[in-house]
């Protein structure tokens, strides 16, 4: 229809403009007035828990999804009211959604044929296809007789085949078990970039959105609570929701000592200055950032370190976890890596320890009324 | 990130109108797929039965008038054809869950392979026409037939019983033509308890009993609420068999009816019974819709 | 170990304990078969009344059957009927049940409730209805008013087997075809159709059946040269036992059988 013709390998990607769009099931926002620039060629993850509108906001591109408002931009041509099969957009399936009686090359060449494409550049263009997601030799099968992680490069290969501009993938790995999983993440990144197309991915898993994207949209009740790099969006959270969504962490209140920097039992965690609000400020500290100030040269110019009780001690293979109280019933959790015996100390509930943390480590977000 | 603020308010509203009117579009168009089929239901069933409706309260001289119900009410005859209708319907039911349950447990312990080709002894009789079983059933119960002869032979009795033309010949065979209807949504709804129910009832000491009484039976009502449902009400309105079987002396709603057209073309008493009879009808699925969700178990019978 | 004593459930129920239930439901079993198949042994007695087993075999009933014009007339218009309300009944209730499929329309569940409520119409009130009314505009006795009522009797069936395939069927591959695409007509034909081929066959093999075995319309609404095969059969019987009513059962009891075991075969390859 559009890019048939062209033969290049990469497809032209496009960006996405999203604006306002705004969908309401009843009373419920499932997607509230959401801006969302989504640059030519990048992999965006979206990312919440289930509810939080993110299929919502990938159906609305996909065209599935009719918004009640908004507006939803390729490139420079708003898409909102075009029906699905004027989109020229990609889409991979959670359940894959392989037409069972059609074969493999059968279900790849489906958008070729729709396109007008001829029979013989149709039959050169899924052999490419297949060679792309690793199958060649396997159009002939049925789609009974593959594996799961066979019928996820089917039905990708499907969805790029006809080099659409986007790529949509709603949970497309989620049916797979843990291994492969793992590894069709590197596979999928590496698709993108040969593929250079402009992909949004949706997910409710955290550590594939930080392994696979450019950037990251964390959403949340219908709106964006973040949306930047994946180091960024680790590091630097935004928000309570962001922080504790994202990787492990414990959220702790801040209080002003007697300088006037935020401090937590006693500790200046921080040199930044930060201004009096009438929420306050909260510590987010990351169990991996934390280590026994016992063993390592502390610095007390960038160190807040603390004493503490063990609670609990547990080995988990490449990590352990340390569970220490603070005083008054304040827990942190501290993670190591176990290559050095040292670095776990032999702790057993009840030790006395000294647990530290770099200044330069400390996140701090504006507190908000916890649920 | 944020919502935009108020200056960009009419920014919200963006495409809304449009948006609107595309979603009415695709769902009127959508809808309008079941519009053949809607009118050809209006034709056939609403409106027909919407004109016996006033035609029921039409008196014999062409004025509105109560009198077909209040000879409903003030005749024996009316109150003994639905007393009649309601005992053949009651019986009917009963003798299905009898003989039903056993059949449709018997049916769900089966490996399926089995069961698929046991379960042709239910489907075979289900799509074989009703006026051949109920012939057949004449053939069988009458004074020279094959029960009889058989029962003689083995000495059950001694002179032919009078087997058909009577209430039994009307419940053997309308009991033989329901079975199905009540063995079907049963079976599938027994085929939805988690065997692991029993296994748990089971390791929490139940003896077998003990466990198909209070885990299984429980579990497989809602199957057999919804297959007596789909029985009682059928028999409610049944006809070929109670004029077939029954012989003139059972006398159902829907024979009276027909009665009524064919010797005295009465259409206001007619349409005044059949209004009754679809009231009835009504009143059983509204009071079991009340008590029961058999909403799925109804409509899942395929 | 016999079979007698092996464990018929995972709860060590064995098949002795059992053995009970076996009894009972084959007896039923036999109760609901028996009188399906008992016509066709009758049909080939020689003599007037039937006996069981007949004295003597003969083909006669088949004769009176296949030789008689009224007979023949009556089959030939309910093969009429029954394969016209099966060409009309399965497109309308295939698209019915696709349209209250697929849409989210609030109404969804008013119009299903509509369209089944010839089921719920005792069909006694539904023939002296569409009598009355078919009377009035002259449809009585035809074709097309036979097949217009057939029609409301089979449709409900159509949509509720259709709906059942449907309900098993991942809607979210007409999205991706859609996606790919193809418009939604195209995506239906290509893509969900073939799917749910076998469901289709089966509701038109079933709505063929609703009419041709249908009794209490065709004795209202059918008649004169376009009488069914059922009117015929049911006067008959209310009348005398006529032997020819065995051979034609005979026939009708072989059609259906054909017609499941279709079903059942095509139900197989289905999965």
């Keep these: 229809m559009t890019n048939s013709e062209s033969n290049g390998a990469a497809s032209t990607a496009l960006p996405i403009h999203i604006q306002g769009l705004t969908k309401r099931y009843g009373k419920l926002h499932a997607l509230d007035a959401v801006d969302l620039d989504i640059r030519s060629g990048e992999f965006l993850t979206l990312l919440g828990p289930s509810g939080s509108g993110k299929t919502t906001l990938l159906m609305a591109i996909a065209g599935f999804n009719r918004p009640d408002a908004g507006s939803i931009r390729f490139g420079d041509e708003e898409v909102i009211l075009k029906p699905p099969h004027k989109r020229d957009v990609g889409m991979v399936f959670q359940s894959y959604a392989l037409f069972p009686h059609m074969s493999v090359a059968g279900n790849i060449a489906f958008p070729l044929k729709l396109r007008g494409v001829s029979e013989k550049e149709c039959a050169e263009r899924v052999n ?20 799961g992680g066979q019928r996820q490069r089917v039905a990708l290969a499907r969805a790029f085949v006809f080099r659409p501009r986007i790529l949509l993938m709603d949970e497309p790995l989620s049916a797979l078990d843990k291994k492969l999983r793992e590894r069709m993440q590197i596979e999928l990144k590496h698709l993108h970039r040969q593929l250079g197309v402009t992909t949004v991915y949706v997910t409710h898993d955290q550590r594939e959105a930080l392994t696979m994207s450019d950037r990251i949209a964390v959403i949340n009740h219908g709106r964006l609570a973040q949306v930047d790099t994946p180091e960024a969006i680790y590091n630097h959270p935004a928000n309570a929701f962001v922080a504790d969504f994202i990787g492990e962490s414990t959220m702790v209140p801040l209080s002003r000592d007697a300088s006037g920097s935020l401090s937590f039992a006693g ?60 005083g008054d019933d304040t827990e942190l959790a501290l993670r190591f890596g176990t290559g050095s015996a040292e670095a776990t100390g ?19 977000i504006p507190r908000e009324r916890q649920p | 990130m944020n919502r935009p603020d108020a200056a960009e308010g009419g920014n919200r509203d963006r495409n809304a109108g449009m948006l609107r009117a595309q979603e009415r579009r695709e769902e009127w168009g959508l809808l309008s797929l079941a519009a053949p089929a809607l009118l050809v239901i209006v034709l056939v069933i609403l409106i027909p039965v919407g004109w016996l409706f006033y035609l029921s309260f039409i008196g014999g001289d062409g004025q509105f008038s109560l009198e077909h119900y209040r000879k409903m009410v003030e005749y024996k005859s009316y109150a003994r054809t639905f007393a009649t209708t309601f005992e053949v319907s009651i019986l009917t039911t009963g003798i299905c869950i009898l003989l039903g349950y056993p059949l449709a447990y018997f049916l769900a312990l089966l490996p399926p392979r089995w069961a698929g080709i046991f379960m042709l002894a239910v489907l075979l009789p289900f799509w074989t026409s009703l006026l051949v079983r109920t012939y057949a059933w004449l053939v069988l119960l009458q004074r020279k037939g094959m029960l009889n002869e058989f029962a003689i032979h083995i000495g059950l009795w001694d002179s032919p019983v009078k087997l058909v033309h009577n209430m039994t010949g009307t419940l053997i065979g309308m009991a033989h033509i329901m079975l199905p209807f009540l063995v079907l949504p049963l079976y599938s709804a ?6 692991d129910m029993m296994h748990a009832a089971a390791n929490l000491g139940a003896s077998p009993a003990t466990a198909f009484r209070q885990v299984y039976l429980p579990l497989s009502l809602s199957g057999m609420v919804a297959g007596s449902l789909i029985v009682f009400i059928l028999c409610l309105g049944f006809y070929v068999t109670p004029a077939v079987l029954g012989g003139g002396r059972v006398i159902m709603v829907s024979t009276q009816i027909t009665a009524i057209l064919e ?19 009504l009143l059983v699925l509204y009071i079991a819709a009340r008590f029961f969700k058999f909403d799925a178990a109804l409509f899942g019978k395929g | 170990m016999n079979w007698w004593t092996t464990p018929a459930s995972d709860t060590q129920v064995t098949h002795g304990d059992r053995f009970w239930l076996y009894v009972v439901a084959v007896i039923i079993m036999l109760l609901l078969v028996i009188p399906t198949f008992i016509v066709i042994p009758m049909s080939f007695s020689g003599s007037q009344y039937l006996e069981f087993p007949p004295n003597e075999w003969s083909t006669r009933w088949y004769g009176e059957y296949f030789g008689s014009a009224k007979w023949m007339r009556a089959t030939v218009t309910s093969l009429q009927v029954g394969v016209l309300t099966m060409l009309v009944a399965t497109p309308l209730g295939t698209m ?50 036979l097949v217009l009522a057939h029609t409301a009797m089979a449709t409900p069936l159509v949509i509720i087997v259709i709906t059942a395939a449907l309900r098993s069927y991942d809607l979210n591959q007409e999205r991706v075809a859609r996606s790919l695409g ?3 007509l195209k995506a239906f034909f290509q893509i969900t159709l073939p799917q749910i081929r076998f469901s289709v066959v089966t509701a038109a093999l079933l709505s063929f059946l609703t009419s041709f075995d249908e009794v209490i319309i065709a004795i209202f609404v059918s008649g004169g040269a376009n009488a069914t095969l059922t009117k015929h059969m ?38």
Excluded: C
């Design chain 2, 263 to 281: 010797n005295q073309f009465d259409w206001g008493a007619a349409s005044a019974l059949g209004v009754v009879l679809l009231v009835a009808t």
């Design chain 1, 346 to 364: 032999g702790l057993k509930p009840g030790d006395r320890a000294r647990v530290g943390l770099l200044r330069e480590d400390a996140i701090v």
């Design chain 2, 190 to 195: 027994m085929k939805k308890i988690d065997r």
């Design chain 3, 234 to 271: 049911f006067s008959s019987l209310r009348d005398f036992i006529d032997p020819t009513i065995a051979a034609i059962s005979t026939i009708m009891v072989i059609v259906s059988s054909v017609l499941l075991l279709l079903t059942q075969f095509l139900g197989r390859r289905g999965k």
């Design chain 1, 267 to 326: 500790q200046r965690i921080t040199d930044k200055a930060y201004e009096d609000t009438a929420e306050g400020w909260s510590l987010v500290v990351r169990p991996e950032r934390l280590f026994l100030a016992d063993t390592a040269g502390v610095d007390p110019e960038k160190t807040a370190v603390f004493d503490v009780t063990v609670r609990e001690s547990v080995f988990q293979g490449e990590t352990a976890f340390v569970l220490v109280d603070i």
């Design chain 1, 128 to 147: 490419e296809a297949l060679e792309t997601v690793q199958l060649s030799g396997l159009g002939e099968r049925g789609i009974d007789q593959l594996s």
């Design chain 3, 182 to 184: 193809a418009t939604r």
């Design chain 3, 96 to 145: 019915a049940a696709y349209a209250l499929f697929a849409s989210g329309h609030r109404a969804t569940r008013a119009f299903f409730m509509l369209l089944i409520t010839p089921m719920i119409v005792p069909v006694i009130l539904v023939a002296i209805g569409a009598f009355y009314a078919f009377g009035r505009v002259g449809l009585n006795n035809s074709i097309s008013g």
